[in-house]
């Protein structure tokens, strides 16, 4: 009788998984229903504008809505692709009630809870652990929003619509950060991430020079479509550009510019990559016309070369790239230094004056100190050459929203921020790289604060609220990411795609 070895039987092979679609086949037919879409809205246009284009809208809001569903990581990619081209563009203008950014973000946002809710159910979704930034950042987020208004009903007062949605900013600044702390897990995510805003900053840096050396077709679009109430000849004073606002296109360069140089000095970027994209971004610096920008610059350079001091020794060397940053970006530069008054101040921060002193402080008392004023920091001017008086102090800009509470957490978030900054840069690579570019980041802002609220800025707080989703994820990250066979990091495809490999950096280069 044969005897029959069960244990040396071979196993038998692991019943494969049900095929599924890749994203290629998604996207290829996501691209022909679009295309699709496309040609039926053109032909519909032609007989009836609104509803053709009404069909383009809603099929490309599909797709989108899809795409973010299906990978969630796609949601953010599409919004900074996308975030500083159409942020400046008016509510009303294209779409009824909000920028077509916001647009953008609500939908990519149902895409991502739609690609959760899916995963929840299968169990393949898990929450995050929280951290004392998550804390921080949500006591922030209260004492923003329903803090101010709780303060109105104590003072007996009813929230008008206008103060009911100026609580939103805020709201939409931690959607983005719950957004990026969820689906941008991976090294390759996260240099995707960079890739897009420092390209994106090279792109609005490139349209300032233009705007300031007249271009007309710059000029021409920027007026038509952005800029559509203000005179042809005023718009190349400055570097507005696709941001509408110097102040905002200003701190896009700046945080663009620093990030740039945090991953050349940690080996993510290529060196001529580097040195391209600095150069653009740096005259971009001059072309915003903006002091808070070049003391912004002043700030990040100063921490710039005490946290990388090689930068230091390299400096010979890019002293012609900066020499030509000076030369395109000259005519900006020169026309702001010629507007200062017989005091040695720009002319524009005596108005900023002039506007605290008449109409903010007087309405500050001891209740208003401790329960803010309102949640609206635009007053109706009294004079027929303005329609509104702008709150142009960051710090009294909290005072007047939420008073002393809102102030102290947001001291409180800064002072988690920085540390959780100074933990993280520490690490190898692009992770390590966001860490140092958001403590700089972080810096200049405390500075330029004392100005203006940049942290509520357009194209600024979705900048800073997106590093600040790295960075937490990182500082909860215990082993995401691995060494292979070849010595390199390859990341776990957390996100769905397929993570390449990154080279490890010597923690000798990196200080």
Same mark, same amino acid.
């Given at each position: +009788? ?7 039987? *071979? ?27 496309? /040609? ?41 692709? !996308? ?9 009303? &203008? ?30 393949? *979704? ?79 840096? +490139?349209?300032?020079? +233009? ?12 007026? !038509? ?53 600095? !150069? ?77 002193? &008449? ?5 500050? @008392? ?54 959780? *900054? ?31 609220? $940049? ?22 990250? $215990? /082993? ?15 996100? /769905? ?8 950096? @010597? ?5």
């Amino acid at each position: +009788m044969t005897r029959i070895d069960l244990g040396s039987a *071979a196993p038998a092979p692991p019943i494969p998984p049900p095929p599924t679609l890749g994203w290629r086949i998604v996207l290829g037919a996501g691209a022909a229903v679009a295309l699709g879409g496309y /040609g039926l809205g053109a032909l519909t246009a032609s007989v009836e504008p609104v509803v053709g284009w009404g069909i383009v809208g809603g099929l490309a809001a599909l797709l989108l809505t899809a795409a973010a569903a299906y990978r969630p990581v796609i949601a953010i990619y599409v919004y900074l692709a !996308t975030l500083p081209f159409v942020a400046g563009i008016d509510r009303n &203008n294209l779409i009824p009630l909000v920028r077509p950014n916001e647009a953008v973000l609500a939908l990519v946002l149902v895409g991502a809870l739609i690609g959760a809710y899916v995963r929840c159910c299968r169990g393949a *979704a898990r929450p995050p652990a929280l951290t004392r930034l998550d804390l921080a950042l949500a006591a922030f987020t209260l004492l923003s929003t329903a803090w101010p208004l709780a303060s109105l009903l104590i003072r007996g007062l009813t929230p008008t619509p206008l103060e009911l949605a100026s609580v939103l900013p805020v709201c939409k600044l931690v959607a983005v950060y719950l957004l990026v702390r969820l689906t941008v897990a991976t090294d390759r995510a996260i240099v995707t991430v960079i890739r897009l805003i420092v390209w994106s900053g090279t792109l609005i840096a +490139m349209i300032a020079v +233009m705007q300031t050396l007249d271009v007309a077709p710059v000029i021409r679009v920027l007026h !038509t479509i952005y800029l559509p109430d203000v005179a042809v000849e005023e718009i190349a004073e400055r570097g507005t550009t696709t941001l509408a606002s110097p102040i905002a296109t200003g701190d896009f360069i700046i945080i663009a510019l620093i990030l740039v140089i945090c991953c050349s000095a940690r080996g993510v970027i290529r060196a001529w990559e580097g040195r391209v994209l600095g !150069t653009v971004l740096g005259t971009g610096v001059l072309a915003a016309g903006q002091f808070s920008t070049w003391i912004a610059a002043v700030v990040a350079g100063a921490l710039l070369l005490w946290r990388f001091p090689r930068l230091r020794r390299r400096f010979t060397r890019i002293t012609p790239l900066v020499a030509v940053a000076l030369i395109v970006g000259a005519p900006a530069l020169i026309a702001r230094l010629e507007g200062f008054s017989e005091l040695g101040l720009p002319v524009s921060w005596l108005g900023r004056w002039d506007n605290l002193s &008449n109409f903010y402080l007087p309405r500050f @008392d001891f209740l208003h100190i401790v329960l803010g004023v309102s949640t609206n920091p635009v007053l109706q001017a009294p004079e027929t050459w303005r329609s509104v008086i702008y709150l142009e102090a960051g710090y009294l800009y909290f005072l007047w929203i939420g008073g002393l509470p809102l102030l102290a957490a947001f001291v409180w978030l800064s002072v988690v921020v920085l540390r959780t *900054a100074r933990a993280v840069r520490l690490r190898p690579g692009v992770r390590g790289a966001c860490g140092a570019a958001l403590e700089i980041v972080w810096w200049f802002l405390l500075v330029l604060t004392v100005l203006d609220p $940049h942290l509520t800025l357009r194209g600024t707080g979705d900048l800073i609220f997106v590093l600040l989703g790295i960075v937490v994820a990182t500082s909860t990250d $215990h /082993g995401v990411a691995a060494l292979d066979e070849t010595g390199h990091r390859r990341a776990v495809d957390l996100d /769905g795609w397929n993570a390449g490999p990154h080279p490890v950096v @010597d923690h000798r280069d990196t200080r």
